[in-house]
C-alpha cells in the first residue's frame, strides 16, 4: 500500500515539477522532459493496471500417485489476458521444502512481449516417499524500467503420494505349522497338484486337467481327482518405528525397512493371506488381519507416510499387538535394532505358539558376535532370521533364510 502510495506521489510530483519549469522557463527542453514524464507516467499507471489482468494459469501432473525414485513432471500452461504487452513475466511454482531439493527449476524467467501462452515444465527426479502438496502459481511482472512490479497468485492445492517402491518377490516359504486347520486358501490356486489325496465322482464344473483317467477307465464312471489344500497364512507385519532405533544411522536404514514391508505385504495379499499391519510411529497406528481386496491399500496408504519419529520401544509395540492375534499367526518384524529384550520376546511368542520372521535391516553396518549369537538363539524359536543389506538383494535373503543369515 505504501509504495503504491509512494509511487503515485512520485510521478505526480515530476509532472508538476516538469509541468512548471515549462510554464515559467518555455522553450524546447523543458517542454520536452513534460511530455516525456508525461509518456512514461501514463506507460507506468497501464503497466501497473493492465499487467495480469484476467491471466489464467492450468497445472498439469504426470501423475497423482507414483513409486519412491520415480520422476514427476510438472507443466503449467500461462494464458495472458488483455492486449497490454508484458516485458517480462517471472513465473514460480510453490513447493514443499523437501521437493526444492529434487529441482531448482521451478522457476522461470519469461519475455512475452504481445504473445499470450506462457509454459513453465519441469521435472522432479527421484521422488522421496511421502505425500506432497503443490501449491500456488506465482505471476510476477513489471515494466521496462523496473519501477512497477506486479504480482499474482493463482490459489490451487495439487496433492502427490509417493508410495515405498516394491521388490517383486518370487519366493517367501513361511508357514505356521501351528495353523494347520485353522483357515484355509480360499482360492483354487492354493491346491497342491502333487499331492492327491482321493477321487471322487464327477460333478458338473470340474475342469478336464483334474479328471483321473485310469480310474475312471476301471470303473466306468468319470472320477475327478481330490487335492490336498494348503493352510494359508494369518500374518502381522510389526515395523520399528521408534525414532531412537534410528540414531546415528543413515536415513535410508529406514526407507530400507518401509520397502521390506510393503514388498512382503505384496507378495501376501497376492496369495490371499490374511495381512495386518502395526507401526506404532508419533501416531500410533494399527490395521487388523484381513483379506480384504482393499487390504493393501490401506497398509501402502500408511507405509507411505509413515516416520521413524515413534516414542514407544519396539518390544512394547509389539505387546500391545499380539495380545490381539490368534493362534497360529505369524508375526514378521522389520526392525534395525536386535536386543536381548527382544529375544526373550520372540521365546514368548513361541510359547503362545506364534511363529516369528525377523527381518534384520542392517544397511551397511557390520554384524558383531553378539549378532550372530542371537540370531542363533533365535533359531532355536524356530524364528526365521533374515538379514537385509540393499533392497535389492530381499528375493535373493528370502531364498536363503536362516542359513542365509549364519553365512553373513
Known amino acids: 500500500m505504501w509504495k503504491t502510495f509512494l509511487t ?22 523543458p517542454w520536452f522532459l513534460f511530455y516525456v514524464s508525461l509518456l512514461l507516467a501514463a506507460y507506468e499507471w497501464l503497466t501497473a493496471r493492465r499487467a495480469l489482468r484476467e491471466t489464467s494459469s492450468v497445472r ?13 513432471d510438472v ?10 504487452p508484458l516485458p517480462w513475466m517471472v513465473v514460480e511454482d510453490a513447493l514443499p521444502t523437501r521437493l526444492l531439493l529434487q529441482s531448482g527449476t521451478n522457476r522461470e524467467l519469461h519475455f512475452p512481449g504481445f504473445h499470450r501462452k506462457l509454459r513453465l515444465s519441469y521435472s522432479l527426479p527421484n521422488m522421496p516417499r511421502g505425500k506432497f502438496v503443490l501449491g500456488d502459481t506465482w505471476l510476477v511482472t513489471g515494466d521496462l524500467f523496473g519501477l512497477t512490479r506486479k504480482e499474482a497468485v493463482h490459489r490451487r492445492i495439487d496433492e502427490v503420494t509417493v508410495y515405498p517402491r516394491v521388490i517383486p518377490i518370487t519366493h517367501w516359504h513361511t508357514v505356521n505349522k501351528f495353523n494347520t486347520g485353522n483357515s ?17 465322482d ?16 476301471r470303473t466306468g464312471q468319470l472320477k ?22 534410528y540414531v546415528g544411522v543413515s536415513s535410508q536404514l529406514f526407507e530400507l525397512a518401509v520397502t521390506t514391508t510393503a514388498s512382503l ?38 507405509l507411505a507416510i509413515v516416520q521413524a519419529d515413534g516414542a514407544d520401544e519396539f518390544h512394547d509395540s509389539i505387546l500391545r499387538e499380539v495380545n490381539y492375534l490368534s493362534r497360529g499367526s505369524t508375526v514378521v518384524m522389520v526392525t534395525p535394532v536386535l536386543d536381548d529384550k527382544l529375544i526373550n520376546l520372540i521365546g514368548l511368542l513361541e510359547h503362545r505358539k506364534l511363529k516369528t520372521e525377523l ?14 549369537a542371537r540370531i542363533g538363539k533365535m533359531a532355536t524359536f524356530g524364528a526365521h532370521t533374515y538379514i537385509l543389506r540393499d533392497e535389492n538383494e530381499l528375493d535373493d535373503v528370502l531364498r536363503g533364510a536362516a542359513s542365509y543369515a549364519s553365512n553373513i
Not at 475327478?224 to 532405533?245: S, W
Open 184 to 200: 484355509y486358501a480360499q482360492n483354487r490356486m492354493s491346491e497342491d497338484s502333487s499331492n492327491v489325496i482321493g477321487v471322487r
Open 60 to 72: 498439469t501432473l504426470s501423475s497423482h500417485k507414483l513409486s519412491a525414485g520415480q520422476t514427476l
Open 359 to 372: 527381518f534384520y535391516v542392517v544397511g551397511g553396518r557390520p554384524l558383531d558376535e553378539a549378532d550372530h
Open 265 to 302: 505385504a505384496k507378495y501376501a495379499v497376492a496369495r490371499k493371506y490374511s495381512v495386518g499391519l502395526a507401526a506404532y510411529g508419533r501416531e500410533r497406528m494399527t490395521i487388523p488381519q484381513s483379506r480384504n481386496l482393499e487390504q493393501y491399500m490401506r497398509i501402502i496408504e500408511h
Open 224 to 245: 475327478t481327482k481330490e487335492f490336498e489344500l494348503h493352510v494359508t497364512n494369518d500374518l502381522m507385519f510389526v515395523l520399528n518405528c521408534a525414532e531412537q532405533a
Open 202 to 217: 464327477y460333478a458338473p464344473g470340474d475342469r478336464l486337467s483334474r479328471i483321473h483317467w485310469r480310474a475312471s477307465a
Open 8 to 29: 503515485s506521489f512520485f510521478w505526480s510530483a515530476l509532472l508538476v515539477i516538469t509541468f512548471a519549469n515549462g510554464q515559467f522557463q518555455g522553450g524546447f527542453v
Open 75 to 84: 507443466d503449467v500452461l500461462v494464458t495472458v489476458g488483455g492486449r497490454w
